[in-house]
T-cell receptor, first 111, second 114 residues
């Protein structure tokens, strides 16, 4: 079975500060990992994904994530937060199954 | 492509009424997923289809819930009778089967049962 744990249901950062959203996964097979973003009253939009190859993955809006097998982690980072980054972020895992999502982390950006 | 299209965007209904949510897949996609989002439970997979065939409906909460794919591009999720605890946002998503690619989500239907 596959599962995802997102540490911190709510993260607050100042505008211009580093964003770090944590995700740890559990999978009995090599996982495919995803980060989605959800803005208020919207559906989920893909930020980035890891399938195979380079473990540092770059996505949209300046976000990136690094797959660390030894730590079973796939943390999401952005060097400098913008006000427009305020949203809910979901980590998800998939390998021959439907996407399994974490509980989500709400990111607030303070001016 | 217009993406995954869900209708209606909002639905308010009285307890006991039948509710039908609709979803149009992205052209060429052959896997369809229905998710429910609530504050308490987050995103839960209700059911998914491959090539119009239901593969796993273990997430469907009760017999009051049913889902169909009458053709390759369209799906419905029906709740009959509806209850206040069914209030949630329902998402459908589509993807290409077997490629472990990302799923593309619709905008969701916000259901309120009063």
């Amino acid at each position: 079975a596959q599962s995802v744990t997102q540490l911190g249901s709510h993260v607050s950062v100042s505008e211009g500060a580093l964003v770090l959203l944590r995700c740890n996964y559990s999978s009995s097979v090599p996982p495919y990992l995803f980060w989605y973003v959800q803005y208020p009253n919207q559906g989920l939009q893909l930020l980035l994904k890891y399938t195979t190859g380079a473990t540092l993955v770059k996505g949209i809006n300046g976000f990136e994530a690094e797959f660390k097998k030894s730590e079973t982690s796939f943390h999401l980072t952005k060097p400098s937060a913008h006000m427009s980054d305020a949203a809910e972020y979901f980590c998800a895992v998939r390998r021959n199954t439907p996407l399994v999502f974490g509980k989500g982390t709400r990111l607030s950006v303070i001016a | 492509d217009a993406g995954v299209i869900q209708s209606p965007r909002h639905e308010v209904t009285e307890m006991g009424q039948e509710v039908t949510l609709r979803c149009k897949l992205i052209s060429g996609h052959n896997s369809l997923f229905w998710y429910r989002q609530t504050m308490m439970r987050g995103l839960e997979l209700l059911i998914y289809f491959n090539n119009n065939v239901p593969i796993d409906d273990s997430g469907m909460p009760e017999d009051r819930f049913s889902a169909k794919m009458p053709n390759a591009s369209f799906s419905t999720l029906k709740i009959q009778p509806s209850e206040p605890r069914d209030s949630a946002v329902y998402f459908c998503a589509s993807t290409l089967q077997g490629l472990n690619t990302e799923a593309f989500f619709g905008q969701g239907t916000r259901l309120t049962v009063v």
